[in-house]
């Protein structure tokens, strides 16, 4: 103890003599905050929200709540029957698939614990199965569907027993019970709700086995629409691959085979037959099917040049199943084939027949759709030459009615009767004219022959050959090009294929020559002022940058373009207005009547127009016209680049240089050798007999090296023919000719004006009758006839005998000639797949 003392006394002493240790500068400073940071922790924690305590009630109140109604959810109500009841289960997972399965353990339990057992009363009710919500799956043959699950049929029981069971009874005697298990399944093939499927193994005659609960629809027959419901069973069919094999005949085998497909001979001809799918028809009025062919959308014809041996499976989709896959498109149905392994050959055969059939798909889209404006107009009816013996009329370069029919002949779309022009379906073809000879502007060649759709008549072709003007002898140019970029021309084949189409042209341009743009959409602005064609990126630039959208003021665009070009005039120069467009105007100026006042006024500025129509399905043909033929001007119907390069590239001189203007022609024909006559085509070109002699009345113009051909129509003095007029009785006309004018048939005038002149200048030739054959005929002859004969043929004239198509081919074949550039062949081609296309209708 007394150790301990003196160690305590030391450590006091220590601790009273050791000085207190210096701490830092500002010690206190930072202590203080110290202080003051866990002074408000510690008030923080102590603080509790106002709406804590609350918040814990309502959660209490809650829970109670969702305990108490789920638990009254597993208390059965059986005091009233339940009849027809739909019970809609809950979402499933995409990735699960629906199984069935009946248990029956517990029956025995319930009939063990009962003292009276009475004969149960059953009551029935459907339980619909929803679909899950999944991504669309797809076939074997990447053909997409969706699953439907098959109606279950529930059973309950009630009896009305010495209080065995009570309606309040909470406990019910069941007879079956039927199990929902969910389990995970890889995507398969599920077939839509109205579906028949013959397999490979169909095919082959093979039973094929499904295993428990698999639903595969590739190797069963689903039959109504219900298929397998996945229960221990056997799937089998008959051997259609022998039947195959006996009728060769993909459509005949499948007779009676497929579940909703009729199939049915027609005019017992062997191996044809008419394909129907069964309750199809509530959708659509028509009665095909669609057929898919390995994914790809086909015909009939094609189902039956398939090699059976080659068919893997075959499909049917009916109802809103098939229209919600396929579209409208479908509305009769769906038969889907897929093949095994193809050769080239066949792929090659297949792609073939998907352009086909996608041509065939965008024709029916467009005449859905379809907007287009004609003209209707009537054919020239024969005139009698003792009362009317002279004709006149405008000569006319426009072609747009050839390229226009060629594009729906080749989308397979029908034909407008409207939009066959004749006269612009021979002009669109080059002859092989003289050039004219002492400064003449034109050469005048005729050739009077037979008439291949009218035997006992005869044909008279008048033809006008143009002076070729040398490139660098041609006046320099002041182009205004005139674009529509309204919402209308947004499509491939217009803005972009009218872009494409002026780079042509600017190719063809020299520096002298300028290139101002106008556009117009819902209004008209400038966007480039004339500028070198030595320039041509700058003029590129602006094409380029143009953008369809809005609506379209075809009339200021036409006032501004002609403003532009009477600013930029050059005097003795080629001045012309471009104008591209698909016709649409619907601001300010836009009826065919206005714009034709319009566009005469703008004439007599000494501004020549072209027009190029573009577009499909809304096409306004009868203002293109209008406009052309108005405005001192020419009009194509531009397609395709193909056409492009033809008007605005090889014959970029002839369609942008005039070398004569108000070209007419009048023919007056002797009644000796001619009873009856009249001018095939040309119907909006005609002209009163007084108009040729009238310089202020408008006609048609003539360009570099153009060719311009007509027709006339002859009933010989000694014919009677079906087609001749009534006569009448005149009496005061000269009916009969006295004068001698030997083998003179008629007499051909023609009155034009130079590009820059006023006045008009005569040419007259005196064309002699003759009795030669068809057969010896020119080339230029044959083939402007058969091009006439197919025009007929599409009108379907009531005025020609002979409408036989392949007769038109043949004299097209004959006065093909050497055709270097392809377009006769073209015609040829043309005209075998309209014949084709009547043919398949």
Same mark, same amino acid.
């Given at each position: 103890?007394?150790?301990?003392?003196?160690?305590?006394?030391?450590?006091?002493?220590?601790?009273?003599?050791?000085?207190?240790?210096?701490?830092?500068?500002?010690?206190?400073?930072?202590?203080?905050?110290?202080?003051?940071?866990?002074?408000?922790?510690?008030?923080?924690?102590?603080?509790?929200?106002?709406?804590?305590?609350?918040?814990?009630?309502?959660?209490?109140?809650?829970?109670?709540?969702?305990?108490?109604?789920?638990?009254?959810?597993?208390?059965?109500?059986?005091?009233?029957?339940?009849?027809?009841?739909?019970?809609?289960?809950?979402?499933?997972?995409?990735?699960?698939?629906?199984?069935?399965?009946?248990?029956?353990?517990?029956?025995?339990?319930?009939?063990?614990?009962?003292?009276?057992?009475?004969?149960?009363?059953?009551?029935?009710?459907?339980?619909?199965?929803?679909?899950?919500?999944?991504?669309?799956?797809?076939?074997?043959?990447?053909?997409?569907?969706?699953?439907?699950?098959?109606?279950?049929?529930?059973?309950?029981?009630?009896?009305?027993?010495?209080?065995?069971?009570?309606?309040?009874?909470?406990?019910?005697?069941?007879?079956?019970?039927?199990?929902?298990?969910?389990?995970?399944?890889?995507?398969?093939?599920?077939?839509? #709700?109205?579906?028949?499927?013959?397999? &490979?193994? =169909?095919?082959?005659? +093979?039973? !094929? %086995?499904?295993?428990? *609960?698999?639903? @595969?629809?590739?190797?069963?027959?689903?039959?109504?629409?219900?298929?397998?419901?996945?229960?221990?069973?056997?799937?089998?069919?008959?051997?259609?691959?022998?039947?195959?094999?006996?009728?060769?005949?993909?459509?005949?085998?499948?007779?009676?085979?497929?579940?909703?497909?009729?199939?049915? #001979?027609?005019?017992?001809?062997?191996? &044809?037959? =008419?394909?129907?799918? +069964?309750? !199809? %028809?509530?959708?659509? *009025?028509?009665? @095909?099917?669609?057929?898919?062919?390995?994914?790809?959308?086909?015909?009939?014809?094609?189902?039956?040049?398939?090699?059976?041996?080659?068919?893997?499976?075959?499909?049917?989709?009916?109802?809103?199943?098939?229209?919600?896959?396929?579209?409208?498109?479908?509305?009769?149905?769906?038969?889907?084939?897929?093949?095994?392994?193809?050769?080239?050959?066949?792929?090659?055969?297949?792609?073939?027949?998907?352009?086909?059939?996608?041509?065939?798909?965008?024709?029916?889209?467009?005449?859905?759709?379809?907007?287009?404006?004609?003209?209707?107009?009537?054919?020239?009816?024969?005139?009698?030459?003792?009362?009317?013996?002279?004709?006149?009329?405008?000569?006319?370069?426009?072609?747009?009615?050839?390229?226009?029919?060629?594009?729906?002949?080749?989308?397979?779309?029908?034909?407008?009767?409207?939009?066959?022009?004749?006269?612009?379906?021979?002009?669109?073809?080059?002859?092989?004219?003289?050039?004219?000879?002492?400064?003449?502007?034109?050469?005048?060649?005729?050739?009077?022959?037979?008439?291949?759709?009218?035997?006992?008549?005869?044909?008279?072709?008048?033809?006008?050959?143009?002076?070729?003007?040398?490139?660098?002898?041609?006046?320099?140019?002041?182009?205004?090009?005139?674009?529509?970029?309204?919402?209308?021309?947004?499509?491939?084949?217009?803005?972009?294929?009218?872009?494409?189409?002026?780079?042509?042209?600017?190719?063809?341009?020299?520096?002298?020559?300028?290139?101002?743009?106008?556009?117009?959409?819902?209004?008209?602005?400038?966007?480039?002022?004339?500028?070198?064609?030595?320039?041509?990126?700058?003029?590129?630039?602006?094409?380029?940058?143009?953008?369809?959208?809005?609506?379209?003021?075809?009339?200021?665009?036409?006032?501004?373009?002609?403003?532009?070009?009477?600013?930029?005039?050059?005097?003795?120069?080629?001045?012309?207005?471009?104008?591209?467009?698909?016709?649409?105007?619907?601001?300010?100026?836009?009826?065919?009547?206005?714009?034709?006042?319009?566009?005469?006024?703008?004439?007599?500025?000494?501004?020549?127009?072209?027009?190029?129509?573009?577009?499909?399905?809304?096409?306004?043909?009868?203002?293109?016209?209008?406009?052309?033929?108005?405005?001192?001007?020419?009009?194509?119907?531009?397609?395709?680049?193909?056409?492009?390069?033809?008007?605005?590239?090889?014959?970029?001189?002839?369609?942008?240089?005039?070398?004569?203007?108000?070209?007419?022609?009048?023919?007056?024909?002797?009644?000796?050798?001619?009873?009856?006559?009249?001018?095939?085509?040309?119907?909006?070109?005609?002209?009163?007999?007084?108009?040729?002699?009238?310089?202020?009345?408008?006609?048609?113009?003539?360009?570099?090296?153009?060719?311009?051909?007509?027709?006339?129509?002859?009933?010989?003095?000694?014919?009677?023919?079906?087609?001749?007029?009534?006569?009448?009785?005149?009496?005061?006309?000269?009916?009969?000719?006295?004068?001698?004018?030997?083998?003179?048939?008629?007499?051909?005038?023609?009155?034009?004006?130079?590009?820059?002149?006023?006045?008009?200048?005569?040419?007259?030739?005196?064309?002699?009758?003759?009795?030669?054959?068809?057969?010896?005929?020119?080339?230029?002859?044959?083939?402007?006839?058969?091009?006439?004969?197919?025009?007929?043929?599409?009108?379907?004239?009531?005025?020609?005998?002979?409408?036989?198509?392949?007769?038109?081919?043949?004299?097209?074949?004959?006065?093909?000639?050497?055709?270097?550039?392809?377009?006769?062949?073209?015609?040829?081609?043309?005209?075998?797949?309209?014949?084709?296309?009547?043919?398949?209708?």
């Amino acid at each position: 103890m007394e150790n301990n003392h003196d160690i305590d006394k030391k450590f006091n002493d220590a601790s009273q003599s050791a000085e207190e240790p210096a701490t830092f500068p500002g010690f206190d400073k930072v202590w203080a905050r110290v202080e003051e940071k866990l002074d408000k922790k510690e008030d923080k924690k102590r603080i509790v929200p106002i709406w804590f305590p609350y918040g814990i009630a309502a959660s209490l109140v809650i829970g109670l709540g969702a305990f108490y109604f789920i638990n009254k959810k597993d208390i059965v109500d059986i005091s009233k029957p339940q009849i027809s009841q739909n019970t809609i289960l809950p979402k499933v997972n995409p990735n699960v698939q629906v199984i069935d399965s009946i248990v029956k353990s517990n029956i025995e339990e319930g009939i063990q614990s009962q003292k009276v057992i009475q004969k149960p009363k059953v009551l029935a009710y459907e339980r619909i199965i929803p679909k899950p919500e999944i991504s669309p799956i797809y076939n074997n043959d990447l053909t997409p569907h969706n699953a439907d699950i098959p109606k279950e049929t529930i059973t309950y029981e009630e009896t009305n027993g010495d209080g065995i069971l009570d309606k309040d009874d909470k406990v019910q005697s069941i007879d079956e019970v039927v199990l929902v298990g969910l389990r995970p399944v890889k995507k398969q093939s599920y077939t839509s #709700s109205a579906v028949s499927v013959v397999s &490979s193994q =169909s095919l082959e005659g +093979r039973r !094929s %086995k499904k295993s428990k *609960g698999n639903i @595969n629809a590739s190797s069963t027959i689903a039959v109504n629409g219900f298929g397998n419901s996945g229960f221990n069973n056997y799937t089998e069919t008959s051997n259609i691959r022998n039947e195959f094999k006996r009728s060769n005949n993909v459509q005949q085998a499948l007779a009676g085979k497929v579940s909703g497909l009729q199939i049915a #001979s027609i005019n017992a001809t062997p191996g &044809s037959a =008419s394909i129907l799918i +069964r309750g !199809s %028809k509530s959708l659509s *009025g028509g009665k @095909n099917p669609l057929y898919v062919i390995n994914g790809v959308v086909s015909d009939q014809n094609s189902l039956a040049a398939l090699n059976p041996n080659k068919i893997e499976s075959v499909s049917v989709l009916k109802d809103a199943s098939a229209t919600a896959i396929y579209g409208s498109r479908a509305s009769n149905g769906v038969i889907i084939i897929k093949t095994k392994k193809l050769s080239r050959k066949e792929k090659k055969a297949f792609k073939k027949l998907q352009k086909v059939q996608d041509s065939i798909n965008l024709s029916k889209q467009i005449q859905q759709n379809n907007t287009e404006e004609y003209d209707a107009f009537v054919e020239n009816p024969f005139e009698l030459t003792k009362n009317q013996s002279v004709s006149t009329f405008s000569i006319d370069v426009d072609n747009a009615a050839y390229s226009n029919i060629r594009r729906m002949i080749n989308n397979g779309e029908i034909v407008n009767k409207n939009a066959v022009r004749i006269e612009e379906m021979i002009n669109y073809f080059k002859y092989n004219y003289p050039q004219p000879q002492n400064n003449q502007p034109f050469s005048i060649n005729t050739e009077y022959s037979a008439s291949p759709w009218n035997p006992k008549h005869k044909l008279l072709k008048i033809g006008l050959q143009g002076k070729k003007i040398p490139m660098d002898q041609l006046p320099s140019s002041n182009f205004v090009f005139l674009i529509d970029v309204s919402g209308s021309m947004d499509a491939a084949n217009k803005l972009p294929l009218l872009k494409s189409s002026f780079k042509v042209l600017l190719d063809q341009l020299r520096p002298q020559d300028k290139v101002g743009i106008v556009v117009y959409a819902g209004s008209a602005g400038m966007v480039l002022p004339p500028t070198s064609a030595k320039e041509k990126d700058k003029i590129l630039n602006a094409l380029e940058n143009l953008q369809a959208g809005g609506s379209t003021a075809g009339g200021a665009g036409i006032e501004l373009a002609y403003k532009l070009a009477q600013e930029n005039f050059i005097k003795d120069g080629n001045n012309r207005v471009i104008i591209a467009t698909d016709g649409d105007f619907n601001v300010g100026t836009s009826s065919t009547g206005d714009l034709g006042t319009l566009i005469e006024e703008k004439r007599k500025s000494g501004v020549f127009l072209t027009c190029l129509g573009f577009g499909m399905g809304n096409f306004k043909d009868n203002r293109m016209e209008t406009l052309a033929d108005k405005g001192n001007g020419n009009y194509t119907y531009i397609d395709n680049m193909q056409e492009a390069n033809k008007f605005l590239g090889k014959e970029f001189a002839g369609s942008m240089y005039a070398i004569a203007k108000d070209v007419k022609i009048q023919i007056e024909f002797n009644p000796k050798f001619v009873k009856s006559y009249r001018l095939i085509g040309y119907e909006n070109r005609k002209l009163k007999n007084e108009d040729f002699t009238n310089d202020k009345i408008d006609a048609g113009e003539l360009g570099s090296g153009h060719t311009v051909t007509a027709l006339y129509e002859v009933i010989p003095n000694d014919v009677n023919s079906e087609f001749l007029p009534k006569e009448t009785n005149l009496k005061y006309t000269k009916n009969t000719s006295e004068d001698n004018f030997g083998d003179e048939l008629a007499t051909v005038k023609f009155r034009y004006k130079k590009p820059d002149g006023d006045a008009s200048s005569q040419i007259v030739q005196v064309v002699k009758s003759s009795h030669e054959s068809i057969s010896s005929a020119s080339d230029d002859f044959k083939f402007a006839t058969s091009v006439a004969w197919f025009g007929l043929v599409l009108r379907d004239s009531n005025l020609i005998k002979i409408k036989d198509l392949n007769k038109v081919e043949e004299l097209a074949k004959k006065g093909k000639g050497k055709d270097e550039e392809g377009y006769r062949s073209e015609f040829v081609r043309l005209v075998e797949t309209y014949f084709s296309s009547l043919k398949n209708d």
